[in-house]
């Protein structure tokens, strides 16, 4: 009896997922003509309710914010970047298991039938928000459990470097509306762990007040499990909502809806960066990890299928293009997966000695592409390649001292020698649609410059790193099933005539920067890889007010 008592709440979990996630298994069906109206409601948010003089609105991370409500792909995320590759993989064996936990649905709030609608999220029937007023999900205590245990608590960095990008990727386009136009406070509750989702909201949408499990810690390491305590780890405005829960709890109850998944997916996504990049308070312009795509259940098994496959092909392309020449490297590359699109070359310089290339930093690759593209062999300065990378180099290289004076000497030589010489003037790599401060440096170099804009897109990993191993970065661009690069070069600049005519060097670095910028479409900031660094590595939001400052300029 007990067993069949077992299997029959089993199954009934299990149709209830599916009821979830495919409204076609759903007895109840909307007659068309509500289907009709609901299309047709816009969905720009107006919702406040006054405390004290001031403006508050609550809203649930996955049910109002975000356009899925699974929480996986985030877990995910922090068990490869965080973790490794076989604690991703017993996350994504254990995804049929979590199908079939059951999942506490939160409330949400909607406005007023004369306004427009909004999905709102709170928790009723307390007299104070805290972390412990959250439904704890059996399925997110596993998935945090399988995730964070054995992690180091002051190396996680996956919360501000990782998972904003694919935060702001799933959220609804309308929200950015709500900053813009409501001006309301916000409170954000959310069952994932705070170190997960309390960088995003308060780093790149500004919200002040952020209601979540903290999770607990054990000798400096996570144990994966959350605190369950009252308020346990909280010091965030939850008193926030007291007075209004108590001020009017039945219109706040009269009004809570049920966000169903087939409403979710008429919701729109945000723009991609190019299109919206002021969308946002603060816009993302660095972001780390390896994984180039939202690692869904489906998509993580086509990742581990493809693995097998991709040791091979990366020996392979790295073999064709350490050993061969370019002229037939370059169209074996395109036979197995590469992408390529070459621009022509410019003519020789009438000077005797060696030509100068600047181009943006994207990947490593940078200087072997533009060499394959010339078809003669070209010297790229390095700024803080690992020895690995520089010793697997199919060109040369030549190491910068980071002394203005000793590098300028080192460079003049390589062009006075009649060498081809790439600088990436930038620094450091950007995987976002921006370009970083031009070093002056090279406009004191030569007489002419030739400009070169190069842009390079991934599939499934991202050829860069900024705290993982960088001599690995190759290997992760030439593993992706279709890595792409596009290679294009500008007229070229007198940069000499321009410094004796009395510009100065930093205008124009900041001339040839705002050429590839136009060339890209992409947006020329102030930031530098020290801004980059800073953001990265974790302090405290310091650095997002200085970027907020900095791409301001014109």
């Known amino acids: 009896m007990a067993s069949k008592t077992f299997l029959s709440k089993l199954f009934l979990s299990f149709y209830r997922s599916l009821r979830s996630n495919w409204p076609l298994l759903s007895l109840h069906r909307s007659s068309t003509k509500d289907h009709h109206r609901q299309q047709q409601q816009q969905l720009k948010p107006q919702l406040s309710y006054s405390i004290g003089g001031k403006s508050l609105m609550v809203v649930d ?12 792909c985030y877990f995910m995320l922090v068990a490869l970047e965080a973790g490794s590759i076989p604690r991703g993989l017993l996350l994504l064996l254990l995804y049929p298991l979590l199908c079939c ?6 409330i949400q709030v909607k406005a007023d039938r004369s306004s427009p609608q909004f999905n709102i999220a709170l928790l009723p029937y307390v007299k104070r928000i805290t972390a412990s007023d959250l439904p704890l999900d059996r399925r997110t205590q596993v998935m945090a459990l399988v995730s964070f245990v054995g992690i180091k608590e002051d190396k996680f960095r996956a919360g501000r470097a ?27 509750v959310s069952q994932m762990p705070r170190v997960m989702i309390e960088g995003f909201l308060k780093e790149y949408l500004e919200v002040e007040t952020v209601v979540a499990r903290e999770l607990k810690v054990f000798a400096g390491y996570y144990t994966g499990f959350m605190e369950e305590e009252e308020g346990a780890g909280y010091q965030d405005g939850v008193s926030l909502s007291e007075k209004m829960i108590m001020a009017a709890p039945h219109h706040l109850l009269s009004q809570c ?4 998944g087939a409403e979710k997916r008429k919701w729109r996504p945000v723009p991609p960066p190019r299109v919206a990049a002021a969308a946002f308070p603060n ?7 390896r994984m180039a795509f ?7 098994l086509a990742m581990f299928l493809w693995l097998p496959f991709a040791l091979p092909l990366l020996l392979l ?14 169209p074996l590359g395109a036979a197995t997966g590469m992408i390529n699109r070459l621009g022509r070359p410019p003519s020789a310089g009438s000077s005797g000695g060696g030509r100068l290339y600047v181009c943006n930093h994207r990947t490593l690759l940078d200087p072997i592409y533009v060499s394959g593209t010339l078809n003669r062999a070209v010297v790229a300065v390095t700024y803080s390649v690992s020895p690995v990378s520089e010793a697997l180099s199919p060109i040369k290289t030549a190491r910068l001292a980071r002394d203005k004076e000793e590098d300028r000497r080192r460079m003049g030589r390589i062009l006075g020698r009649g060498d081809d010489l790439v600088v990436c003037p930038e620094g450091t790599t950007c995987r976002e649609p921006y370009l970083l401060r031009f070093s002056p440096l090279f406009a004191e170099l030569a007489e002419e410059v030739v400009p070169v804009a190069l842009e390079a897109w991934v599939t499934m990993f991202y050829g860069t790193t900024a705290s993982g191993f960088k001599c690995l970065d190759p290997f992760y661009f030439l593993a992706n099933p279709w890595p792409q690069y596009e290679v294009e070069f500008l007229p070229a600049v007198a940069t000499g005539a321009m410094v004796r005519e009395g510009r100065s060097s930093c205008e124009v670095a900041n001339l040839v920067q705002g ?28 650095a997002v007010q200085q970027q907020k400052n900095k791409l301001q300029r014109s």
Request: aromatic share 10%; glycine share 6%.
């Open 162 to 188: 990782v998972l904003p990008k694919f935060f702001l990727e799933e959220m609804r386009s309308e929200w950015s509306e709500v900053l813009d136009e409501a001006k309301l406070k916000v409170m954000c």
């Open 283 to 289: 816009p993302l312009v660095f972001h780390d990890g």
């Open 317 to 330: 392309r790295f073999l064709i293009f350490l050993c061969l020449p370019y002229c037939i490297s370059v």
């Open 294 to 300: 939202l690692p869904t259940p489906a998509a993580t």
């Open 101 to 106: 936990l059951t999942r506490e649905a939160a």
């Open 515 to 542: 050429q590839i910028g136009a060339a890209l479409g992409f947006r020329c900031t102030a930031l530098t890889r020290k801004d980059k660094y800073m953001m990265l590595a974790g302090n405290e939001g310091v």
């Open 61 to 72: 991370v996955e049910g109002g914010l975000l356009r899925s409500s699974s929480t996986f």
């Open 257 to 260: 809806k049920l966000v169903r």
